[in-house]
């Protein structure tokens, strides 16, 4: 790893050292804290925490995909032994109060809630297929199976919006949402550069006669998340409380939406998020928490299971929202990109979920990337409602589908100019001191390791002697290399509220418990923040003990894991808590030693030490002292809050080497090099396991991942681990991940985002690859055999 600009400033956490940043704890390969508590299995999912007296309730789901409930015939359903209750969107008494379900900051102001609220916990009006009419409670799942069976519904059937076009006719079916008459969420248009580059319009700097020119049209696909651990959830009261216990990456925010959804006090609410087998952004939503509750409630507050499965959750939680993407460019003979523009058409199906942010949010990603030389950019994000299933977040938030449409573009050109595509894109590459004159606050690449990171992927996957190598190819069967760029935020600061906090408690022992709101759901998110608390304080990592499981009664707030935020933002929370605790344990030192009154202390390897470094007084001995001294007992602990408005870029190149085989039409990926630019690494072993996982997920994109829905009836075809194709070990070559370490000054530790990035370059890039080996150009993902054998026979090949 090479670290490059700019230079840390010189202080007792970040000491200079020929221009690099050393730390005790952080930037160590520490071996995950859960790691043996998971392989042995004594880590406690949402499952294994489930009372044995418990009921089991299942939801009762349209069979059409738009329009509404007449009436239910529930007669032979509660005949069947083992029901205990059937609830319907019919019954009277239902709360109705309108909710929005993603996981976002609160806006305490109804008119800058970004936000739609357009869910209750049932609704008569069906708008997507299997969309909640009612909720069947049983003592068992096999009871619950089979009087679900035994349910009668009349619809009411109106016709199924698929498109854009169709959501758009006013005569081809009523809106899907009346408060939204043209089914249009948002249509945002952002527009930079023009006037200053002296045009009086966009179309007339993009048609000048003295740049080259090119439009497109690229798709991407509704991918689902494919998580380990299903969507579940189980609720019970107690202590005049609803307790629930659910895997969620959200558990604070989970707790508000079962308030406002219910209409009870957010307080009358507990949420417990215990170990989380994956979540990828589907559980960044509120699913079926709030409904649970409610049937809980109506049942007494005895305990209710409400898991959903495997099928459920490809058809019924979230995905991917599917998008189309018009794009146009110019550029000139110097290997500088002009302009560019375009145009996200995003559906995301039902309801709103996540809705404009996500399109938006790649949006921007596309008008950052290649911002090097570029005059002007325009953007435009438009969301619409349809009959597809709703869709939502999932991992990097819409940047892997920009990035996709802005990477066709510039391969196409690159391709098409015969320029070589690194070089290409490093010449047009963010430059550092970059500014977003659009966002809300202050955004500026202030760290950039992009070119490093280029001339790195590009040593490591042999980028010139394979172009030489692969450049004449005309067999059945070539060879291609190919390269993606990516770029992405640290967190939403700057845009939405940017807020962690942290609590620091020093036991008897001199160890220290460390209590978040961060959420651990696999990432490694426990691991780093122990180091950064070891560092802060001068203590071994060993000697942090961090509470997994978020309890809203218990542990401070926080957001929840999405944005890759947690490492950025919650570090600048442990950093500043825990300057307060270092504080008071020294503040305990003086009383016990007095003759240190006045002079400067610290703590290293878990002692006090003075000024030259001598000890003073171990933890160990303080902290026991503090406990049961008769004149000054004390519990040293320090609490706080962080709201952070700062935010930079993470960067990063992705290499792959493909073998296309033209006839059989398929590709066969077999190196992939992906070199990141995300600041100083916490965590090195860490860090490497999530490039490796989000080259796995990109591939997916790229390959062989979509679902697939009717647009007849807006049933999903293909939900389940079977029909839906993950890449498998079989499917994964060997990767390589490195990193480019620059100084970040925004962040806690020099550090930038790492989580959701790796998942972005790989698809764009093995598009580049094929290319490269075949001359043929794709626009829509995943690239699938049959979409590759339609595109060599067009192309003359088969």
Request: proline share 5%.
């Amino acid at each position: 790893m090479a670290l490059i600009n700019p230079a840390p400033p010189a202080d007792s956490l970040a000491p200079e050292r020929a221009g690099a940043a050393r730390f005790t704890q952080v930037g160590k390969p520490v071996t995950r804290i859960d790691a043996v508590d998971k392989v042995t299995g004594r880590a406690k999912f949402t499952y294994d925490l489930l009372p044995t007296d418990h009921l089991v309730a299942k939801v009762v789901r349209s069979t059409i995909a738009s329009g509404r409930v007449l009436s239910f015939d529930l007669d032979e359903a509660l005949a069947e032994p083992g029901v205990v209750a059937i609830f319907t969107c019919l019954d009277e008494g239902l709360p109705t109060y309108q909710f929005a379900s993603p996981g976002h900051p609160w806006v305490v102001d109804p008119e800058e809630r970004g936000d739609i609220e357009d869910r209750t916990l049932m609704d008569s009006r069906v708008r997507q297929y299997g969309d909640t009419i009612g909720v069947l409670v049983a003592e068992d799942t096999v009871a619950a199976e089979r009087a679900l069976r035994k349910i009668k519904v009349e619809y009411e059937e109106y016709p199924v919006v698929f498109t854009y076009e169709q959501s758009q006719d006013p005569d081809y079916a009523p809106p899907i949402h009346e408060e939204c008459p043209n089914n249009v969420q948002a249509d945002w248009l952002t527009e930079v550069g023009v006037e200053e580059a002296g045009y009086s319009s966009m179309e007339e700097l993009l048609h000048d006669p003295q740049y080259h020119s090119g439009s497109y049209h690229m798709r991407t696909p509704r991918q689902q998340q494919a998580h380990i651990e299903l969507c579940l959830s189980f609720c019970y009261e107690e202590n005049g409380q609803i307790v629930c216990v659910t895997s969620t990456q959200i558990p604070h925010i989970v707790r508000r939406v079962i308030g406002q959804a219910l209409e009870i006090p957010w307080g009358d609410v507990r949420v417990i998020k215990p170990f989380v087998g994956g979540g990828f952004g589907n559980k960044q939503d509120v699913l079926y928490e709030p409904l649970n509750a409610w049937v809980c409630h109506k049942l007494g507050g005895r305990c209710v299971l409400l898991e959903l499965t495997r099928e459920e959750v490809f058809e019924q939680t979230r995905s991917r929202q599917p998008k189309d993407y018009y794009g146009e460019a110019c550029w000139d003979d110097d290997m500088n990109l002009v302009a560019r523009s375009c145009e996200g058409f995003s559906n995301s199906g039902g309801y709103a979920s996540h809705g404009q942010a996500i399109i938006a949010n790649g949006l921007g990603s596309f008008r950052f990337m290649y911002s090097g030389q570029e005059k002007a950019c325009r953007t435009r994000a438009l969301t619409f409602y349809s009959n597809q299933a709703t869709a939502g977040a999932m991992r990097a938030y819409g940047v892997p589908e920009a990035t996709w449409a802005a990477e066709c573009m510039v391969s196409d050109i690159a391709h098409d100019m015969g320029w070589d595509g690194a070089d290409f894109r490093a010449k047009n590459a963010i430059k550092l001191g970059y500014e977003d004159v659009t966002w809300p606050a202050p955004l500026i690449c202030q760290s950039n390791g992009i070119q490093e990171c280029i001339e790195r992927g590009r040593e490591l996957i042999g980028w010139d002697e394979k172009k030489r190598r692969y450049a004449n190819e005309t067999g059945p069967v070539r060879h291609g290399v190919g390269m993606s760029l990516l770029c992405y935020k640290c967190s939403v600061g700057g845009l939405e509220l940017e807020t962690a906090s942290a609590r620091m408690t020093l036991n008897q022992d001199g160890s220290v418990v460390l209590t978040l709101g961060a959420t651990e759901i696999g990432q490694g998110c426990d691991t780093v923040m122990c180091q950064m608390c070891a560092e802060v304080l001068g203590v071994p990592v060993e000697k942090v003990h961090i509470v997994s499981t978020q309890d809203t009664n218990i542990s401070p707030y926080g957001a929840g894991a999405y944005a890759s935020r947690q490492t950025y933002v919650t570090g600048m929370t442990i950093k500043q808590v825990g300057a307060e605790f270092k504080a008071k344990i020294l503040d305990y030192a003086r009383y016990l030693k007095p003759y240190y009154n006045g002079q400067d202390l610290d703590i290293a390897d878990s002692w006090v030490v003075d000024a030259a470094g001598r000890r003073v007084i171990s933890l160990e001995e303080l902290s026991t002292i503090a406990y049961y001294d008769r004149k000054r007992s004390d519990q040293i602990e320090a609490s706080g809050t962080t709201e952070e408005d700062v935010n930079s870029f993470c960067l990063g190149a992705c290499f792959v080497d493909v073998t296309v085989d033209i006839p059989m039409a398929t590709v066969t990926v077999n190196q992939i090099v992906q070199v990141h630019d995300s600041g100083q690494i916490i965590n090195p072993k860490t860090a490497e396991q999530q490039v490796h996982g989000g080259i796995a997920q990109s591939l997916g994109m790229g390959l062989y991942e979509e679902l697939i829905e009717d647009p007849a009836t807006g049933k999903t075809r293909n939900g389940n681990l079977l029909d839906y194709k993950i890449p498998t070990t079989m499917d994964v070559p060997d990767l390589t991940a490195e990193f480019v370490e620059t100084w970040d000054p925004t962040g806690p530790f020099g550090n930038k985002s790492l989580g959701e990035p790796p998942c972005i370059p790989c698809a764009p890039a093995i598009r580049d690859a094929v290319l490269d080996a075949t001359g043929v150009k794709f626009y829509e993902a995943p690239m699938t055999q049959q979409r590759l054998f339609e595109g060599f026979k067009a192309a003359g090949l088969l």
